[in-house]
């Protein structure tokens, strides 16, 4: 089975641009989660999606956002990007969702805001 | 609300030797309990992780990590490591505190010293 793959792998932008990354879950998982991850705050939790709605949100400003297509493929967007977002975006998914269920981490996206 | 601490940002250990990654968790209910492992640009893979039943879990590559309720500890330990265990090792914690989202340390970076 093909594991989570994100795109793209790496990303270059600069202030007050807009970015969307994108995700594809493993075949058959059904829910998704996006996190940041950085150096300073570690990982943190975005949102999750099952079933194409948002299940729920981390404490992120409104410009970042997310949404969930019904081949369960995820894309996030972060509008007028500032340099503080510059960071690795973790995409995960799960068969279902669940407290328990394992997640299944892709490779990320690495954003550079300059 | 609930967090989980991982008090130690890195810990070297020599090849051969055994090693103990430390998690605590604060939350007044059940809980389920995870270990991640992040390998250098990669993104993270479950370890192991405790659901109920026994205290004791184990993974396939000779880590175990022990439930403690009373002193609300999920600490990570191998009797003996080997250099491709360099990595940086997440713990995780999901209850209904968090809505039943995963809260994650700081993660712990192990270095292996020939």
């Known amino acids: 089975k093909a594991g989570v793959t994100q795109t793209p792998r790496y990303l270059i932008k600069t202030r007050g641009q807009q970015v969307t990354l994108s995700c594809s879950p493993i075949?058959?998982?059904?829910?998704v989660s996006w996190y940041q991850q950085t150096p300073g705050q570690g990982l943190q939790f975005l949102f999750e999606?099952?079933?194409?709605?948002?299940?729920n949100k981390g404490n992120f400003p409104g410009r970042f956002s997310g949404r969930q297509f019904s081949n369960s493929r995820s894309e996030m967007n972060v509008s007028t990007l500032e340099l503080g977002d510059s960071a690795l975006y973790l995409c995960?998914?799960?068969?279902?969702?669940?407290?328990?269920?394992?997640?299944?981490f892709g490779p990320g996206t690495r954003l550079l805001v300059l | 609300a609930q967090s989980v601490t991982q008090l130690d940002s890195q810990v070297p250990v020599f090849e051969e030797a055994p090693v103990e990654l430390r998690c605590n968790y604060s939350?007044?209910?059940?809980?389920?309990l995870f270990w991640y492992v992040q390998y250098p640009n990669q993104g993270l893979q479950l370890l192991l992780k405790?659901?109920?039943?026994s205290t004791l879990v184990e993974s396939i590559n000779g880590f175990e990590a022990e439930f403690n309720k009373s002193q609300t500890s999920f600490h990570l330990r191998k009797p003996s490591v080997h250099i491709s265990d360099t990595a940086e090792y997440f713990c995780a914690v999901s209850s209904m505190d968090s809505n039943y989202q995963l809260i994650w340390g700081a993660g712990t970076k192990l270095i292996i010293k020939p």
């Open positions: 999606y099952f079933s194409e709605t948002q299940r």
């Open positions: 939350s007044s209910v059940s809980v389920y």
């Open positions: 075949s058959g998982h059904r829910s």
């Open positions: 405790y659901l109920s039943g």
């Open positions: 995960a998914s799960s068969r279902i969702a669940g407290p328990e269920e394992t997640q299944y």
